[in-house]
C-alpha cells in the first residue's frame, strides 16, 4: 500500500501540473486529461485525487498559498534575527504577495483563476473569502504589535489600517502582473518598495522598541506578520 508520504507527493505533482497549465496557457487548458498528461501520471490516477476541475483548482490554490506563507515566515524569523523594525519586515512580507519575478507572476496567475472561478462556485468563494480574511488579520495582528512596541500609535485601530494595507497591496499586485512594464516605459516594479513604504509609514509613525524590556516580551508573544 503506498505510503502517506507517496500520496502527498502525486498531489504536489498534480498541483504543479495545474499551476503550470493555467501559467502557460490559461484556466480553459485545465482538464483531466491535460493534467494527468502534465503530472506524468494516468486520467485514473489524477481522478483518485480529484474528481473534478475545482477540486483541482482548489488544491493547487492551497499549495500555491502554503508556498506563500512559507516565504512569509521566513522573512518574519530573518526580521526578529536580525531586529528589525517591523514595518521593515512587513515591506518585505507584502512584496511576496506582488508577482514581481516569474515565479510570484506564476503564482499570482493562479490565485487569480481560483479567485475568477470562486465567483460562480460558492465552495471555492468560501476558500477565497478566508483567505483574504486571514491575510487581513495577519497585517492587524502586525498592527497591533506595532502599538505593544511603539511604532504605532496606541489609538490607531489595527482592522481598518489592514484593510487598507491589503488593499494598496493587492492594487499594486494587480497593476504590476496587468502591466509590469509600465504604461510610460517605466516599469511598475520600480514603484512598489517606495509606494509600501510610503503607506507603512503612514501606519507605523514611530521608533521600534520591539527588541528591549517588556515590549520585546510582548511582541514576541505574537507574529508581527
Do not use: W
Amino acid at each position: 500500500m503506498p505510503r502517506t508520504a507517496d500520496h502527498e507527493q502525486r498531489r504536489r505533482q498534480i498541483a504543479d501540473a495545474v499551476s503550470r497549465l493555467i501559467s502557460e496557457h490559461g484556466l480553459d487548458a485545465v482538464t483531466v486529461a491535460r493534467t494527468a498528461a502534465t503530472a506524468g501520471m494516468s486520467v485514473g490516477l489524477v481522478q483518485h485525487y480529484f474528481r473534478t476541475k475545482d477540486e483541482m483548482l482548489l488544491h493547487a490554490f492551497r499549495e500555491i498559498s502554503a508556498r506563500i506563507r512559507a516565504r512569509v515566515e521566513e522573512r518574519v524569523r530573518d526580521g526578529v534575527q536580525h531586529k528589525r523594525p517591523i514595518a521593515r519586515v512587513m515591506a518585505e512580507v507584502m512584496t511576496e504577495y506582488i508577482p514581481l519575478d516569474e515565479a510570484r507572476r506564476a503564482e499570482y496567475r493562479v490565485a487569480r483563476a481560483f479567485a475568477g472561478r470562486a465567483l460562480d462556485a460558492p465552495a471555492l468563494a468560501e476558500v477565497d473569502t478566508e483567505t483574504a480574511r486571514k491575510l487581513r488579520e495577519d497585517i492587524a495582528r502586525a498592527v497591533h504589535n506595532g502599538k505593544e512596541c511603539g511604532e504605532v500609535d496606541e489609538h490607531l485601530d489595527p482592522l481598518p489600517a489592514a484593510v487598507r494595507l491589503a488593499a494598496v497591496m493587492e492594487g499594486l499586485a494587480l497593476q504590476v502582473y496587468r502591466e509590469p512594464e509600465g504604461g510610460a516605459g517605466v516599469p511598475v516594479a520600480l514603484f512598489v518598495g517606495p509606494l509600501l513604504d510610503a503607506e507603512l509609514a503612514t501606519v507605523f509613525t514611530g521608533e521600534c522598541r520591539q527588541y528591549t524590556g517588556q515590549a520585546a516580551q510582548r511582541v514576541h508573544s505574537g507574529r508581527p506578520a
